[in-house]
């Protein structure tokens, strides 16, 4: 396995895709020559979004891949940078010596009694993995990913939610360019893991949900759950409770009930999105189910560099990585440039690239979710434990 990433920030869309992807091509030689591009995944930033067919004309030219799938961005990582603003396309090439590739092109129609119909997503068998990007007006990516998870558990979804910020998104499969749905590539027998860091930490115990209203948690372990969120702030050393008081404050929900204790990898984080001080509840960005073990968890720069690297110790040397970073992180949350890359690159040998997303997708124990300020992050290579 073989991977060259390039990323060209000249402004007019089809010779940056041109530079990006002649320099990814002279990245897949080697000293018997060169290597057929077999999977390439291209990103340009939402400057280009009107010019995007010239993009996918400049790389299937020079790179003639097997697959493309690709997407315009909010933002786009780079092997040597992240660019958050401005100008910019990145090219991503490998050369899988094994493996098989299909691609699929996924849509979805919601019927007038609120019922759903998913179009177009492929069948997988056990050790399959696939790689999605998804539009994320148009598309449910997360009622999806459930009916998976209950469906065929243990399948591995990696990728994200993809916006330009403009009028349409733009997603790219082979040649077309789509406006909304999903697409994306089922990877058979080619070694890839998957790395999600959602950047928290627990905080406190871990509590059961006792009382619980759709997306409200009423009661935990009995009492109402503004008590108990109380209680955690009031033990928190001082550092804690100002991160939690500051915006800091998540939940998170054991994604695997059959162990006894739990550490930071094992829970599905959501937002704490209000708080009922009439009634004691806190309302979270999921569903708040009687019976499921909670535990409340803080965010901050530091806990999001520390689970970054802490993740990746499972995951031996890489020929190569896709990184899904949340809009979110980069600047915003690490006040510098280049966190995740940097983290990232510093783990893989081969070459990175990616985008920032309006969601990440990666797997949390048997199930892949949807996920929000988190880096995501397809490993590929044969060399994992």
Do not use: K
Not at 30 to 50: E, R
Not at 144 to 151: D, E, K, T
């Amino acid at each position: 396995m073989h991977t060259a990433a390039a990323l060209s920030r000249t402004p007019e869309a089809g010779l940056a895709a041109a530079e990006a992807a002649d320099a990814a091509a002279v990245g897949l030689i080697d000293d018997a020559g060169a290597l057929p591009c077999h999977l390439a995944v291209v990103f340009a930033s939402p400057d280009h979004a009107d010019a995007v067919g010239d993009v996918v004309a400049a790389v299937e030219s020079r790179l003639e891949p097997q697959v493309m799938i690709g997407a315009v961005a909010q933002g786009v990582i780079g092997p040597d940078e992240e660019v958050e603003n401005g100008c910019a396309v990145v090219v991503w090439a490998a050369h899988l010596p094994t493996g098989h590739l299909d691609v699929f092109r996924s849509w979805s129609v919601r019927s007038s009694d609120g019922g759903l119909a998913v179009a177009g997503w492929p069948d997988t068998r056990p050790g399959d993995v696939t790689l999605v990007l998804a539009d994320p007006y148009s598309y449910p990516m997360a009622e999806v990913l459930g009916r998976i998870g209950a469906q065929r558990p243990g399948h591995v979804v990696t990728g994200g939610l993809v916006t330009g910020g403009t009028d349409r998104s733009r997603l790219i499969l082979d040649g077309s360019v789509h406006a909304d749905g999903a697409v994306g590539v089922v990877m058979r027998d080619v070694e890839v893991a998957s790395v999600v860091s959602q950047g928290c930490r627990p905080v406190g115990t871990p509590l059961t949900i006792t009382a619980g209203e759709r997306n409200r948690i009423l009661g935990l372990g009995g009492v109402p759950a503004l008590d108990r969120l109380r209680e955690v702030l009031q033990a928190a050393d001082p550092d804690d409770r100002a991160l939690l008081e500051g915006g800091g404050l998540q939940v998170g929900l054991v994604a695997d009930e059959v162990r006894d204790d739990y550490d930071t990898g094992d829970f599905v984080v959501r937002a704490v999105l209000g708080v009922d001080r009439e009634e004691g509840a806190l309302t979270i960005g999921d569903l708040a189910r009687v019976g499921r073990t909670v535990q409340f968890q803080v965010r901050d720069a530091g806990s999001a560099h520390d689970d970054l690297v802490a993740r990746f110790a499972p995951v031996g040397p890489a020929a190569g990585g896709l990184l899904f970073s949340c809009n979110g992180r980069g600047q915003r949350l690490f006040g510098t440039r280049d966190h995740d890359l940097e983290v990232v690159a510093g783990q893989v040998r081969g070459a990175v690239a990616g985008a920032f997303c309006a969601g990440e997708i990666g797997p949390v124990g048997a199930r892949s979710y949807v996920h929000g300020l988190t880096a995501c992050v397809a490993v590929f290579g044969d060399e994992h434990r």
